[in-house]
C-alpha cells in the first residue's frame, strides 16, 4: 500500500501535521481494519494493531521498511503509478486490490484504498491508507470459480470453459495470432457396460484415469476438457499441419487403452475419436458439432477408431435427419465389427494379485 514507509521521519511533519496527526491518532489505533498514514516524503508515521497484525510487523518495523518488501513484485508498479498520480494532484485518492507478503512469508489480499489530506493552500499534507484483508474472499471466489468452470469428477475444464477456450482459439486464429488448431472429441467406448456390471463408482474411477491419462498426453499449450458423462474434448494449440493432429489421437489411444484395474479386476477401456481441424470461419458450436460427427464416424466405422471431419460427413447426417433415421432401432441383430471390439474392450477378469505387472 502507499502507506509503507522507507524510515521515519516525524521532523519533516509541521506543526499542523503534528496536530492533525494527534486527533487521528486515537482513531486509528481503533479501526477495525488495517491503517497506515504516510507524510509527503513517504514515510510511513503512524500505524495500528489491525495492519500490525495483518501483516505480522512492528510500526518500527514498518517505518524502516521499503514498501517493496512486502509488495508483491506484480503488484508494485502499478502502486507506485496509482501513488504518484494522486500525489501529481491527477486523483485525490485510489483503490487496488493488490497482495502484500506477511512477515512469515505467505501472501495476504488486500483491498487498499488511499487518499490524499492536503494544506490549506492545497499542498498535499498526509496520505492515509485503509486496508482490508480479503484473502478469504479471494480463495472463495476462486473456488466458486474453479465449481463453475471445471468438472468435479475429474477437475478438468467443463463444457462451458472449454467453448471459453476455443472462442479464445479462433479469436486469436482471426487476427492472424495463431496457426492450425484442432478440435479433438473423445468417446469412452460401451462405457454404459462398464457402470452396469461394475456400478457407477467404478465407472466414477475409469473416468479419472481417462482424464489423466488424456492430460498426460498433451503439451502443456493443449487443454483437455470433460464435456459430460462419457464425452471428452481436447483443443490442439498451434499444431504445424492436420496429420499432426492424428499423431496426437493416436499417442492418446495408446494411452487410454491401457490395462486400468478397476475394482479388484483388469478393464481395458478404448476409445473413439473425431478429429476437426479449426479455420478462422469456424465458430465455437460448428467446430464441436464438426469433431462430434468425426467421432461417430470413428465409432461405426471398421478402422483403428480415429476419423477426422469431411463435409461428407455432414451431408450423410443431414440425409439422415431427414429419412427419419436418427432414433429409428435396427432391424439386423448382428453386431458390428466396432461393438464387437467396445464388448471385447471391457470385457474383465478377476485380477490375479501375482500379476500385478499387468496393470499400469
Not at 498451434?238 to 493432429?245: L, R, W, Y
Request: hydrophobic letters at 35%; a negative charge.
Amino acid at each position: 500500500m502507499a502507506a509503507e514507509s522507507r524510515s521515519p521521519s516525524p521532523r519533516s511533519l509541521s506543526g499542523e501535521d503534528v496536530a492533525t496527526l494527534e486527533r487521528l491518532r486515537e482513531i486509528v489505533r481503533l479501526a477495525p481494519i488495517g491503517i497506515g498514514i504516510v507524510d509527503r516524503e513517504g514515510h510511513t508515521v503512524l500505524t495500528n494493531d489491525a495492519l500490525c497484525e495483518m501483516l505480522g510487523y512492528t510500526p518500527e518495523e514498518f517505518a524502516t521498511l521499503s514498501f517493496e518488501d512486502f509488495t508483491h513484485p506484480d503488484d508494485v508498479q502499478r502502486n507506485l503509478e496509482l501513488f504518484d498520480e494522486m500525489m501529481a494532484g491527477q486523483r485525490d485518492s485510489f483503490r487496488m486490490e493488490k497482495r502484500f507478503f506477511h512477515k512469515d512469508g505467505h501472501v495476504v489480499w488486500g483491498r487498499l484504498l488511499v487518499s490524499l489530506l492536503r494544506e490549506d493552500d492545497g499542498d498535499p499534507s498526509l496520505a492515509i491508507g485503509l486496508l482490508q484483508d480479503i484473502t478469504e474472499e479471494k480463495r472463495l471466489r476462486q473456488e466458486l470459480e474453479r465449481l463453475a468452470f471445471h468438472d468435479p469428477l475429474t477437475g478438468l475444464p467443463n463444457r462451458r470453459r472449454f467453448q471459453d477456450c476455443i472462442d479464445e482459439y479462433l479469436a486469436h486464429a482471426r487476427s492472424g495470432e495463431a496457426t492450425t488448431g484442432a478440435v479433438l472429441f473423445v468417446d469412452v467406448d460401451d462405457f454404459k457396460t462398464l457402470n452396469d456390471t461394475l456400478g457407477h463408482q467404478a465407472g466414477d474411477e475409469v473416468l479419472q484415469a481417462i482424464a489423466q491419462r488424456l492430460t498426460g498426453s498433451l503439451r502443456p499449450a493443449d487443454t483437455a476438457s470433460r464435456l459430460g458423462g462419457d464425452e471428452f474434448a481436447i483443443l490442439l494449440d498451434d499444431i504445424h499441419d492436420p496429420p499432426d493432429a492424428l499423431q496426437v489421437a493416436e499417442r492418446i489411444q495408446r494411452a487410454v487403452t491401457q490395462p486400468l484395474p478397476v475394482a479388484d479386476r483388469i478393464v481395458l477401456p478404448d476409445v473413439s475419436i473425431g478429429i476437426a481441424i479449426l479455420t478462422p470461419d469456424h465458430d465455437v458450436e460448428q467446430a464441436l458439432r464438426e469433431a462430434d460427427l468425426a467421432m461417430y464416424r470413428a465409432k461405426t466405422s471398421e478402422d483403428d477408431g480415429i476419423a477426422t471431419y469431411t463435409p461428407e460427413l455432414l451431408e450423410e447426417a443431414l440425409h439422415k435427419l431427414e429419412d427419419g433415421a436418427f432414433g429409428r432401432p435396427h432391424l439386423s441383430s448382428v453386431p458390428s465389427p466396432q461393438q464387437d471390439r467396445d464388448r471385447e474392450d471391457f470385457r474383465t477378469r478377476r485380477s490375479d494379485r501375482g500379476a500385478s505387472g499387468d496393470a499400469e
